[in-house]
């Protein structure tokens, strides 16, 4: 790791980094950022690695321009302009429809994206830099604190990060507002930096998600995890026993079992390796659901590294068809 002041010459030399799939963490108006090229799928696979995160969450993606955010996210709706205009380099955070060119490793599988423009220098140029968006979540390990400065960074992330972008401490410390809207109406998903009164003065009512308004049943859920729409299941000989005259798909970690029962077959990653692995999962998931199949089959992997997280997601999604 090396820790580097955020001079235009050593910003240039991070967007090189992450130019070439590496991790920078660098400085945002909110908290420290772990960063990586937002539209390569193993670039961003190293951010949930280095988190040791035992799941996978949806990651903002970081733009400098409007330009950038119109390469990745369909705006449909008046108000996301002038929501941008408005508050944009800020601490808004805006759910859009994605584009195809971003990787669902991104979303966690789902079609929506997080997207914003951060506003601090340091982050715009690095961003600009690279000429991409960039991913990334608060730079801290799995259950600890947000950071706020370089070396609280450097304390926690140590050599899993290649370049720290020292860029002095940070304005405001909490996270970015989440905001999404919809056609039945505007949304609040998290509270943070830009008061939800400041939103509304643009936009109108917005609602708290999960709030009694919003659902009366369900006060405080938040539907942000993506499932396939055709069942699944682990992959034992009772199941396959079970589904003989089926048309199966089979996701398989580094290896094909079996080959001759399934229409269509997936191996993660040939040389076994849980990051190119975790940077296929959410794209063969989608692959699969929309191929006629009426079941997948996945095997299960080990609960290692970016396995853990992998499992976590599988799990859930395999819980839903019980
Ligand atoms: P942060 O913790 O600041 O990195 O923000 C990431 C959070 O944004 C996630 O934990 C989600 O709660 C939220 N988020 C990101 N993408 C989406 C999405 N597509 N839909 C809903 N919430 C999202
Ligand atoms: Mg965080």
New binding site residues.
Partial sequence: MKLLEATEKNIKIAADVLKSEGLVAFPTE??Y?LGADGLNPIAVAKIFEAKERPTF????LHVSSIEMLNNIAEIKNEKITQLTEKFWPGAL?L??H?KEIVPYI???G?????VRMPDNKVALELIKNIGKPIA???ANSFGRL?PTSAEHVANQLGEKVDIILDGGKCNIGV??T?L?ITETGNYL??P?GIPKEDIEKIIGKVIIKGSDIENPNSPGQ?K?HYAPKIPIYFYSKKIIEENKNKKVGGIFFSEIKNDSLFEVTKVLSKSGDFKEAASNLFNTLHNFENRNLDLILVEPIKKVSLGTAIMDRLTKAVNKYK
Avoid: Y
């Fill in positions: 909110t908290v950022g969450n949806p990651l903002i955070t759910i859009l994605k991104v979303t966690s789902l079609e929506t994206v997080a990334a979540p608060s947000s996270e970015s989440i999404e998903l998290r943070g938040l942000i």
